[in-house]
């Protein structure tokens, strides 16, 4: 049998005042209560969401939802659809004897931001170069993801998929 207590606290009273506010408060001599009766809380976060897949395989790939990019001596336009996109790759530099660069960007046309940049260095010792890219990328009307190689012996390579609208509806995989 569950065994009802009452609890006093200014604070706990607070607390509940600041984070349910339309409650508008407790009136004057209304006491908290406990009980020792366990209730289950079901979550119905995720489908109240709009989505049934867990958080964590949320942004998995698949067949059907990835694109794969290779950037070689070129610019390239990787992503223009608004929305989240995980983005995840390899920028390489295969020569120590070519001081090539390489990079992905965001752009709205006329300003542009690296998110990661590969500045090949020549010399002694030899320097040979690879980063890895992992990144979650909200773009949005006129935004999109660049990838640039300055030499055929730097790559951007990678694959994308699109995570969820710009409105944060969630996509599938």
Do not use: C
């Not at 976060?45 to 790939?61: H, K, L, Y």
């Not at 608004?82 to 004897?97: A, H, K, P, R, V």
């Amino acid at each position: 049998m569950a065994q009802e207590f009452t609890i006093n606290s200014s604070a706990i009273e607070s607390k509940i005042n600041q984070l349910l506010p339309s409650q508008g408060g407790f009136g004057a001599g209304v006491d908290f209560s406990a009980s020792t009766m366990v209730i289950p809380i079901v979550d119905l976060t995720e489908s109240a969401e709009g989505s049934n897949v867990r958080q964590d395989i949320q942004s998995s790939f698949s067949l059907n939802n990835t694109s794969s990019f290779f950037v070689e001596n070129t610019t390239a336009t990787l992503i223009n659809t608004t929305g989240f996109w995980l983005i995840t790759g390899l920028l390489i530099n295969y020569s120590s004897s070519v001081a090539g660069n390489g990079s992905i960007s965001i752009t709205d046309g006329i300003s542009s931001k690296a998110l990661i940049n590969l500045r090949g260095k020549t010399g002694t010792p030899a320097i040979n170069l690879t980063y890895s890219f992992n990144y979650l990328v909200k773009l949005e009307a006129g935004d999109s993801i660049t990838a640039t190689s300055s030499s055929t012996l730097v790559t951007v390579e990678g694959i994308a998929r699109q995570i969820a609208t710009v409105d944060g509806n969630l996509i599938n995989p």
